[in-house]
């Protein structure tokens, strides 16, 4: 629908003479909303090409799937992504070692935005510790021999060029 330029116009002074609580609740009241997350591909940094990634297995276990959370209101995405690799999996990196991955956003069709980013730790001194409630199995796999992945997950790395719906480039 194509709202006249005059309309439009006098629709956004009268908006922007409402207080700012009012707009801020009209705006929320009008955009989608959306949930952030916080995903970590994290890689073996003593693997040999084309390397290994970790991987979890969480309730109900039909899939493994990477370590990722929620952030916690006003969390930095990257501070995020740390403690949620810390509480799933015992591996702890600062986020400033962490890497946005390109692209950094994945939005996701069904109303959540999952930000991305890499990291590596030495696999052979890096100790996985689970609750064994919220996550099952943590283990390193190679990255040419990937278990079973859940759908979200298989649909992530594959952005990246990873796993089975990793884009085939044709010659």
Request: overall charge positive; some cysteine; charged content about 25%.
């Amino acid at each position: 629908m194509k709202i006249p330029r005059r309309l439009r116009g006098a629709a956004y002074q009268a908006f922007y003479r409402l207080p700012h609580r009012v707009r801020r609740r009209i705006v929320r009241l009008i955009v989608p909303k959306y949930l952030v997350g916080a995903v970590c591909i994290v890689r073996d940094a003593e693997a040999p090409e084309p390397g290994r990634l970790l991987l979890l297995r969480q309730p109900p276990g039909r899939g493994w799937g990477l370590p990722a959370g929620l952030l916690k209101k006003a969390e930095s995405p990257a501070v995020g992504a740390a403690r949620e690799l810390r509480e799933e999996s015992g591996v702890v990196i600062d986020p400033d070692e962490l890497t946005p991955a390109i692209p950094n956003a994945i939005v996701h069709p069904k109303g959540w935005i999952d930000t991305v980013f890499l990291g590596t730790v030495p696999a052979s001194t890096t100790d996985l510790v689970v609750d064994g409630g919220e996550v099952l199995e943590a283990r390193w796999f190679p990255l040419d021999d990937l278990p079973s992945l859940t759908p979200n997950t298989a649909l992530l790395l594959g952005t990246y060029g990873i796993g089975p719906r990793a884009a085939r480039q044709t010659p």
